[in-house]
T-cell receptor, first 113, second 115 residues
């Protein structure tokens, strides 16, 4: 069965530190890839998405992610985090044939000022 | 443009009861998907409706059902509630079916507590 794994469940960083959140999936067919963010008290918002083309995808608020097909990975990065990046981050993979969207367990990021 | 709206925002029910949750998608969006979010299981896909037809279904028992109306509004029903159904139920809408390259926009969710 298709699955998505986020390696880090809870990450604590100081402001200006660099961020990398891991995401791996287990489906060999066509996939669409997403990172969503859920700020405290707010609803899920799309950070970035990959459908096709350039595997390095840039999203909102300075986030980017790289799709590495051979590693089944779609890691999220940000060079310098801010306190306002404190949130829960979800990686999601959509089966390109069925459209079914599978989410990872989420990573809670806490940024200390 | 108004976002995805869900009603009610909070709901408390007792075991054995049934519940209906409502979702109004963004204007023009024809696909509505439902998700269950719990601390233990995370976000799990329930089903997708597109043009009043169920297009996709997750691994949930038949107690969970849904429907979509001609104006794209959707309802989700859970019958014979169990304690484990306590969760945040999220609705997401997109212009086209999930099978296409369509971005989903999420609503704020309905927090269901089963006592």
């Amino acid at each position: 069965a298709q699955s998505v794994s986020q390696h880090n469940h809870h990450v604590i960083l100081s402001e200006a530190a660099s961020l990398e959140l891991g995401c791996n999936y287990s489906y060999g067919g066509t996939v669409n890839l997403f990172w969503y963010v859920q700020y405290p008290g707010q609803h899920l918002q799309l950070l970035l998405k990959y459908f096709s083309g350039d595997p390095l995808v840039k999203g909102i608020k300075g986030f980017e992610a790289e799709f590495i097909k051979s590693k089944f990975s779609f890691n999220l990065r940000k060079p310098s985090v801010q306190w306002s990046d404190t949130a829960e981050y979800f990686c999601a993979v959509k089966n390109g044939n069925t459209g079914k969207l599978i989410f990872g367990q989420g990573t809670t990021l806490q940024v200390k000022p | 443009k108004a976002g995805v709206t869900q009603t009610p925002r909070y709901l408390i029910k007792t075991r054995g009861q049934q519940v209906t949750l409502s979702c109004s998608p963004i204007s023009g969006h024809r696909s509505v998907s439902w998700y269950q979010q719990t601390p233990g299981q995370g976000l799990q896909f329930l089903f997708e409706y597109f043009s009043e037809t169920q297009r996709n279904k997750g691994n949930f028992p038949g107690r969970f059902s849904g429907r979509q109306f001609s104006n794209s509004r959707s309802e989700m029903n859970v019958s014979t509630l169990e304690l484990g159904d306590s969760a945040l139920y999220l609705c997401a809408s997109s212009l086209g079916s999930l099978a296409g390259n369509n971005e989903q926009f999420f609503g704020p969710g309905t927090r269901l507590t089963v006592l």
